[in-house]
């Protein structure tokens, strides 16, 4: 798993360790993990053209470092100061290897062949100050691979925001932990690739991070797997309230995601019954109202609903229900906060960004700027576990931050397709009926999901929201191993 702090828990766990160490021994520890890094992108070293962008903060002062070791080894390394001040002992150390400062920085990142960014920290905030802009600008029109260290500067490193210009980085090397911006859009699109360095600091954080990334064996470690004394019903029913006479895609598309989710039988209720039947024999089919339509032990309510009267009352029906509900797309937009809160069963909400903004009464704009404040405010407000899609989806728990926010690293641009959101909520559904909570429900089926449409996607070509649940079976296999 892959966990990420805030910026003042990373502080004070550095400030620990420093406090054991030889004065400058942390920060050469990363400068040389971060020349390690460089040297590996550069595979020739000796000869190699290094630019150092060089704020006042420790990041330059890391850069400095590591721009000294790679001119020990034969680098041509120019330091290009953007900063108040800069670190005396660095800049010493890389003059001293044989570097020196540019006379212009717009000729040598011209001819550069790696541009280390360490013109702000993890605690900058607002995006790349005017005089760095033109020099940030031109790293990036450049042939040069482009390095951040610790963070791509402009990009805030608690929140993921980015609030201004901020220079997109090829890899960013962090050092000790990631830090919760390199793994939630939209900073993770600048971050590029990501690699950790080790520095000592796993001692001395707390065992609960802000942020968390499932990856294969933590997912494989939540699936369901039923015991030899399983039948339909102890695996578990999950009931489907979707589609509509506009939409009926959108039950076939919920039912073929609940099939796929562990589940020991899908109930269908709705006026899609004869699309989903044709579809899948093997689901159950109602005509509703859902609480006439048997026992089943979670509830997904709104693919595809339609704003009517009977929309409504199949919302308000499922809420009053006391097994786990997940609610998307049309449900969200029926949803009454004050009912959502009094549940005492767990409730999963699925909005995408434009669905979240409408819920926090927000521009679809902040939201997308926000991801991270947005999908936790959601939890807080409507006292729901909140899984907020998009090109990076987060899950976050109404729990006052006392669980990390989950950030779900699968996933593909080709996502973006009709009737996607609708297979999630299915295979979500399902999880939860068969007894996963909803924060583990809504990680897993994301997870899966990104999973399935990238194998789909790796052909090259579009894809289609069925054939994402087709690839479902093959998603789950890949995590198991």
Not at 34 to 54: I, M, P
Not at 121 to 148: F, H, Y
Not at 193 to 222: F, K, N
Not at 280 to 295: C, D, I, Q
Request: aromatic letters at 4%; one cysteine or more; proline letters at 5%.
């Amino acid at each position: 798993m892959r966990t990420a702090y805030s910026v003042e828990t990373v502080r004070a766990a550095e400030a620990e360790l420093m406090a054991r160490l030889p004065e400058g021994a942390l920060m050469q520890r990363a400068a040389a993990g971060l020349a390690a890094a460089c040297a590996g992108l550069l595979g020739r070293v000796y000869g190699a053209r290094v630019v150092l962008l060089v704020g006042s903060g420790d990041n330059g002062g890391d850069a400095l470092y590591a721009g000294a070791r790679l001119a020990r080894r034969g680098a041509s390394v120019a330091v290009v100061p953007l900063g108040s001040s800069t670190h005396e002992g660095g800049l010493a150390a890389v003059l001293g290897a044989g570097g020196r400062i540019a006379d212009d920085p717009f000729e040598v990142l011209a001819v550069a062949d790696l541009v280390l960014d360490g013109i702000t920290g993890i605690g900058g905030r607002g995006g790349l100050r005017p005089d760095a802009v033109p020099v940030a600008r031109a790293a990036r029109g450049s042939d040069a691979v482009i390095v951040a260290v610790d963070l791509p500067s402009g990009a805030e490193a608690d929140s993921g925001e980015v609030r201004g210009e901020a220079l997109h980085a090829d890899a960013t090397v962090t050092f000790g932990t990631y830090k919760p911006g390199l793994l939630i859009d939209p900073a993770r699109e600048y971050a590029g690739t990501l690699r950790l360095v080790g520095i000592g600091l796993e001692d001395h954080l707390p065992s609960v991070p802000d942020v968390e990334a499932l990856q294969h064996a933590d997912v494989a470690g939540l699936l369901p797997a039923p015991a030899a004394e399983s039948d339909k019903y102890r695996r578990g029913v999950v009931g489907v309230v979707a589609g509509s006479a506009r939409y009926p895609g959108a039950a076939v598309l919920a039912v073929a995601g609940a099939l796929r989710g562990g589940a020991g039988a899908v109930r269908y209720v709705g006026p899609g019954a004869e699309a989903v039947i044709a579809r899948f024999p093997e689901a159950l089919v109602h005509t509703g109202p859902p609480s006439k339509a048997g026992r089943v032990q979670s509830w997904v309510v709104g693919p595809g609903l339609g704003d009517g009267t009977g929309a409504a009352d199949a919302v308000r029906d499922v809420l009053d229900s006391d097994v786990p509900v997940l609610v998307d797309a049309d449900g969200l937009r029926l949803l009454d906060a004050a009912a959502v809160r009094e549940r005492g069963a767990p409730t999963l909400l699925t909005p995408h960004a434009g669905e979240a903004a409408a819920l926090l009464g927000v521009a679809r704009e902040q939201v997308e700027a926000a991801r991270l404040a947005s999908v936790r405010e959601l939890a807080a407000r409507f006292g729901a576990t909140v899984l907020l899609k998009g090109s990076t989806t987060l899950v976050a728990a109404p729990d006052g931050g006392r669980s990390p926010v989950r950030v779900n690293p699968m996933g593909t641009p080709w996502l973006a397709t009709a009737g996607s959101g609708d297979v999630l909520s299915g295979l979500a559904g399902s999880l939860l009926a068969v007894g996963l909570d909803a924060r583990d429900a809504g990680s897993v089926a994301a997870y899966l999901h990104g999973l399935a449409a990238r194998r789909v996607a790796s052909r090259g070509t579009p894809i289609t929201s069925y054939e994402v649940a087709q690839a479902l079976a093959g998603a789950w296999h890949d995590v198991q191993g």
